[in-house]
C-alpha cells in the first residue's frame, strides 16, 4: 500500500464551485505539504503544516485553504475554483531532522 | 527571493551516452540540496546533499554539490530509456519551516 495517497487522482470541475482535495498518510510524518505543478515552472507551495495546531501559508495560498483533521490527514480546499487554478497538485509528507519529502500521486485538477 | 534555477530545460540523448545535469541556487540560509526524478507522476527521492565536494552515488546516477559556487551537477552514465523523465533539483532551507525551494526541472529523454 502506498505511504501517501491523494483523493481524487482526477477532477474535472467547473468555475465557482467548491472543491477538495485530500491527503492521507501512514509513514507517521509531522510535517505535511501541499504543492502545485503547472508545466516549466517546477513545484511551488501552497501550504504547509507542522503538526495538527501549525498551519502556514506558502508562497501560492491566495485562493486555497487548508484544514489538518489529524497528523495523518491534510485536505486542500479551493473554494471558488477558476480556470488558472488547473495544475497538477501534490501532497508530500517530512518527517524527523531530514529534509526529504515524499509525494503522493497527484491530483489532476481541471476547472473549466 | 530565493531561486533554483535547472539547465538545460529539455535534452535529447541516445541510449549509452552520460548526460550531465546542472542546478544553480541562490538562496537564504542554504542546509541541503535534494534531486528528485519524475516520471508518470510522483517525484521520487534521488539524493540530499549538505557536505561540498563529497560525492553521492546510486548505481549509473552521481551527484556533487558545491557551496562556495552555489551549484550541484546530476550525473547519469550509460543512459536507458528507462531513465527519461523529469528530474528536479530543491534547496532545503534553515528557517525552521523545512521547506524546499524547487527548480523548474530538466526533461530527459533518451531515445533507443
Known amino acids: 500500500d502506498a505511504d501517501v495517497t491523494q483523493t481524487p487522482r482526477n477532477r474535472i470541475t467547473k468555475t465557482g464551485k467548491r472543491i477538495m482535495l485530500e491527503c492521507s498518510q501512514t509513514?507517521?510524518?509531522?510535517?505535511m505539504y501541499w504543492y502545485r505543478q503547472d508545466p516549466g515552472l517546477g513545484l511551488r507551495l501552497i501550504y504547509y503544516?507542522?503538526?495538527?495546531?501549525?498551519?502556514n501559508k506558502g508562497e501560492i495560498s491566495d485562493g486555497y485553504s487548508v484544514s489538518r483533521q489529524a497528523q495523518a490527514k491534510f485536505s486542500l480546499s479551493l473554494e471558488s475554483a477558476i480556470p488558472n487554478q488547473t495544475a497538477l497538485y501534490f501532497c508530500?509528507?517530512?518527517?524527523?531532522?531530514?529534509?526529504?519529502?515524499?509525494f503522493g500521486p497527484g491530483t489532476r485538477l481541471t476547472v473549466l | 527571493e530565493d531561486k533554483v534555477v535547472q539547465s538545460p530545460l529539455s535534452l535529447v540523448v541516445h541510449e549509452g551516452d552520460t548526460v550531465t545535469l546542472n542546478c544553480s541556487y541562490e538562496?537564504?540560509?542554504?542546509?541541503?540540496l535534494l534531486w528528485y526524478k519524475q516520471e508518470k507522476k510522483a517525484p521520487t527521492f534521488l539524493f540530499m546533499l549538505?557536505?561540498?565536494?563529497i560525492e553521492k552515488k546510486s548505481g549509473r546516477l552521481s551527484s556533487i554539490l558545491d557551496k562556495k559556487e552555489l551549484f550541484s551537477i546530476l550525473n547519469i552514465t550509460a543512459t536507458q530509456t528507462g531513465d527519461s523523465a523529469v528530474y528536479l533539483c530543491?534547496?532545503?532551507?534553515?528557517?525552521?519551516?523545512?521547506?524546499?525551494?524547487f527548480g523548474q526541472g530538466t526533461r530527459l529523454t533518451i531515445n533507443p
Open positions: 530543491a534547496v532545503g532551507l534553515i528557517q525552521g519551516a523545512q521547506k524546499l525551494v
Open positions: 549538505t557536505s561540498s565536494g
Open positions: 538562496v537564504t540560509n542554504f542546509r541541503s
Open positions: 503544516s507542522f503538526d495538527v495546531k501549525d498551519i
Open positions: 509513514k507517521g510524518h509531522d510535517r
Open positions: 508530500a509528507t517530512s518527517g524527523g531532522s531530514t529534509d526529504t519529502q515524499y
